[in-house]
């Protein structure tokens, strides 16, 4: 495998650069699909404007196409073999957006209503599946597609598991033996949030010629980038700026999420004032604070 040699504060452009390559051939994909289906895909992606909401908002940081062009060019490839890939996993990444703001009720991403908020539900769903379809296309096509698109289907595979795990965390209590402890937490985000990095990198690698070691290195690599990145969104959304983050403040503490500060806030001699106040939900700022502590 190529050492990048890319440093934390090399992330910036290496983000730029990433989504410059891979912009043209998704605006070229998305352009293919039914012209409806295609407005509410480039509105997710930021592409235009609707009911005034501007088309300047954020497309996203675009983390998962930078991987994709990154694992190519470990692979020893140019990035621009791993452009295929790139598209791909963006649309799979915003196909689940749109389904689990839907299943979330939640009614704002990046800075705009969501999806089928703008749109209403049914119109959204079907937005997802069409990108969902598009992605294994746009794979299935490519000279190493049979083994891409064998990389993407494991990864799947493991975004349903980690939904469903997550989705019934939410009937969970919030103490007691029957708690999300912290190892469950783990597994689901390792799944929900790391198998699409993973999958991102390792799909680059192989359409970038890469072989199964490489690739699967690469895959494990992402899913502990993923454990990461989904703590963060979690702090991000209790205490995230709105207008970085696009979220609502503390819409996950009113949703009642099982989060990771939450988690930790419950194992905490703290524990018993924190869940008693999550139980009421109508405190998000105090449980906040009392999380915080
Ligand atoms: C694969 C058939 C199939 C179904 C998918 C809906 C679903 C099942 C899974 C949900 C997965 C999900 C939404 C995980 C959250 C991951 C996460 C932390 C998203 C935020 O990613 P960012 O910060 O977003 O990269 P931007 O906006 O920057 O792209």
Do not use: N
Not at 64 to 81: D, F, K, M, T, Y
């Amino acid at each position: 495998m190529r050492d990048l040699a890319v440093g934390v504060d090399d992330i910036p452009q290496v983000l730029r650069r990433c989504r410059a390559l891979v912009r043209p051939a998704l605006e070229e994909a998305v352009g293919r699909l039914h012209p409806w289906v295609g407005e509410m895909a480039a509105y997710s992606f930021g592409w235009c404007e609707v009911g005034g909401a501007p088309a300047v908002a954020s497309g996203g940081k675009g983390v998962r196409q930078a991987l994709a062009v990154l694992g190519a060019e470990a692979a020893g490839a140019p990035g621009r073999a791993g452009v295929a890939a790139a598209v791909a996993v963006e649309l799979v990444h915003t196909f689940s957006l749109l389904h689990d703001d839907i299943m979330d009720g939640d009614t704002d991403r990046r800075g705009r209503p969501t999806v089928w908020k703008a749109y209403g539900t049914g119109p959204a769903v079907l937005a997802g599946d069409a990108l969902f379809a598009l992605a294994v296309e746009t794979l299935a096509v490519q000279p190493r597609g049979a083994g891409a698109v064998r990389t993407l289907s494991a990864a799947l595979g493991d975004l349903v598991r980690g939904q469903a795990d997550d989705l019934l965390f939410a009937d969970r209590p919030w103490t007691g033996p029957e708690r999300v402890g912290p190892d469950e937490y783990r597994a689901m985000a390792e799944r929900k949030t790391g198998a699409l990095l993973g999958c991102a990198a390792a799909l680059g690698a192989v359409l970038g010629g890469a072989g199964p070691e490489t690739a699967a290195a690469l895959d494990r690599a992402g899913r502990h980038l993923g454990v990461a990145f989904q703590i963060v969104d979690d702090v991000l959304g209790i205490w995230g700026d709105p207008r970085v983050t696009g979220k609502p403040v503390h819409g996950d503490l009113r949703e009642r999420k099982k989060t990771f500060p939450v988690l930790v806030a419950l194992g905490s001699p703290l524990g018993g004032r924190v869940a008693a106040l999550l139980e009421t939900g109508d405190a998000p700022e105090t449980a906040a604070a009392l999380i915080e502590e």
